[in-house]
């Protein structure tokens, strides 16, 4: 038993031996063959990286080469260019070095002649003399007399000559007379609101009982001076019971001024921070108010495009009147009539109903222009944008400008027949009579003025002097000096032209 163990061991020991023997031997086998086939592969790399590293060298090398050769190029192209400039810059100096020369030739030849010509002109003079005294010699008058006498000669003739020239020109004006009648401009024309403090520019505001009075004045007078301060508005509270008055030129603050006195008086609450809140949220509610006017007016008349500025000013034409019309509608009415009147005359409607609408927007200016109403409404439309036709008919509506289209006269026309109908407008008459007499007063109050006449409704003043008592340059100062006293004693729409008119008659008698 023990010895079939020992054999067994022994033969297990002997096929390991072997088997380990085999497999070293495979393995080492293997392992040289995977050798040799690494070292072949590497071989192959070698030469394919060695032969790809040459063709890029040789790719490389061709585009270095071709990259120079074009540089060679562009630098004998800018060679060539140089010699070709050298050369012209040559050609040109001989050229400046020739005609330098002729000029030079040319000075000296005309200092010759010059000094030839100065001798020719002193024996000229010395000529003339002589010839002078050979006159004087013979005609007994010397060359001062003949002079005067000739003069007076010439006076004679250029005067008869101007009378026929005078002459003609009048009776060409005598033809034209009509026509250009018609061309007259309007120098100043309404954009403000009043015609008088009490008319126009004042709102009266309601209240329950006089005791609100108190309260609205407030302790030392603190809350009416908030008010006056926040709205810009002059608040009179007198004797008139039941009532408080509102003063001012801007109808827009007068609106303001009510919204918010009545805010104020329905809640109760009246001191200075709540008048302050009051006023703002007014403030906002009205700018949103002529915002929204101005809208639903374009809506209701089919105008599209506007810019929102225009709007806003179309809104405000809500709180303007112009002799008691008020201006929004006196806009609307016009735009109807522009547009019925455009199409009878076969012209585009849509366009005259935006000019007839926008005519009268420099009535509404956020600060008081220089210039008559019409052609601020024409800078605020050019500024915004709208056609030339469009801004010559609102400038063009009281002749400021020439007109340029046909939409210039018809909103002229249809302007004229909105303001000019039955019942559209109003003034007290006292206050005009008045007020016309006031500035023939006051031009009557300065020295040599003989007559006075204020026309065109009070816009212009025809001052007439005496010829013997004021001389042409004293009516400029007079005209000036007028001017200047209406415009710090008096209220008056627009502007108010003076003219000065100074003649001097001439009369005898054929028997």
């Known amino acids: 038993m023990a010895l079939t163990i020992v054999v067994c061991i022994a033969c297990f020991l002997v096929g390991g031996l072997g088997a380990y023997w085999l497999f070293r031997h495979g393995l080492r086998s293997k392992y040289e063959a995977i050798l040799r086939d690494a070292e072949t592969e590497a071989e192959m790399i070698k030469k394919n990286k060695l032969i ?16 120079v050769a074009q540089r060679n190029q562009k630098i004998q192209q800018a060679e060539n260019k140089l010699k070709q400039r050298e050369l012209v810059l040559s050609q040109r100096h001989e050229e400046v ?54 003069i007076e000669s010439l006076k004679e003739e250029a005067k008869t000559q101007a009378q026929s020239y005078i002459n003609d020109i009048m009776d060409d004006a005598k033809l034209t007379a009509t ?53 810009g508005v002059e ?27 009545h805010q104020l008086v329905t809640d109760g609450r009246i001191h200075p921070a709540r008048i302050e809140e009051v006023v703002a949220k007014v403030r906002k509610q009205v700018e949103d108010e002529i915002v929204e006017t101005g809208k639903r007016t374009t809506i209701d008349l089919g105008i599209h495009g506007l810019h929102p500025e225009l709007i806003r000013i179309i809104g405000k034409m809500k709180y303007r009147s112009s002799y008691g019309q008020n201006l929004l509608q006196h806009a609307r009415e ?29 009535k509404v200016p956020d600060e008081e222009p220089e210039l008559p109403h019409a052609l601020y409404g024409m800078k605020l439309a050019e500024k915004y944008k709208e056609k030339p036709d469009i ?32 019942g559209a407008r109003r003034e007290i008459v006292e206050a005009y009579i008045k007020r016309l007499n006031d500035l023939e007063q006051l031009a009557m109050s300065y020295p040599g003025v003989t007559k006075t006449y204020a026309i065109q409704a009070g816009r212009e003043l025809r001052v007439i002097v005496g010829a013997d008592k004021i001389t042409d340059k004293q009516t400029e100062s007079l005209s000036t000096e007028i001017a200047k006293k209406i415009q710090d004693e008096m209220t008056y729409p627009g502007q108010v032209k003076i003219t000065v008119i100074r003649e001097t008659r001439a009369v005898s008698y054929a028997k």
């Open 179 to 231: 026509k250009e009648a018609k061309r007259i401009v309007i120098q100043s024309i309404q954009r403000v609101a009043t015609e008088t403090a009490i008319e126009n520019s004042v709102t009266v505001f309601h209240i329950d009982s006089d005791e609100i009075k108190g309260r609205i004045i407030g302790r030392e007078g603190r809350n009416i001076r908030a008010l006056e301060a926040a709205t």
């Open 52 to 67: 790809e590293v040459k063709e890029k060298f040789l790719n490389k090398k061709a585009e270095l080469e071709k990259e």
């Open 97 to 150: 070095q020739r005609k330098k020369a002729e000029a030079e030739a040319v000075r000296e030849n005309l200092e010759n002649q010059l000094a030839i010509v100065g001798k020719k002109k002193e024996e000229l003079e010395k000529m003339q003399q002589q010839e002078i005294l050979k006159l004087e010699a013979i005609s007994g008058l010397s060359a001062d007399e003949a002079k005067e006498r000739m």
């Open 391 to 422: 801004c010559n008919a609102i400038g063009a509506h009281h002749d400021e400008v020439e007109m340029t289209s046909l939409l210039a006269p018809i909103v002229q026309v249809c302007d004229a027949i909105s303001g000019a109908r039955p």
């Open 334 to 362: 016009t735009a109807n009539l522009c547009a019925v009147m455009a199409s009878e005359l076969g012209l585009n409607p849509k366009k005259a109903r935006r000019a007839g609408l926008l005519h009268d927007i420099g």
């Open 235 to 261: 608040i009179v509270v007198d004797d008139t019971p039941e009532a408080i008055v509102l003063s001012a030129f801007d109808p827009v603050r007068r609106e303001i001024a009510r919204l918010a006195l």
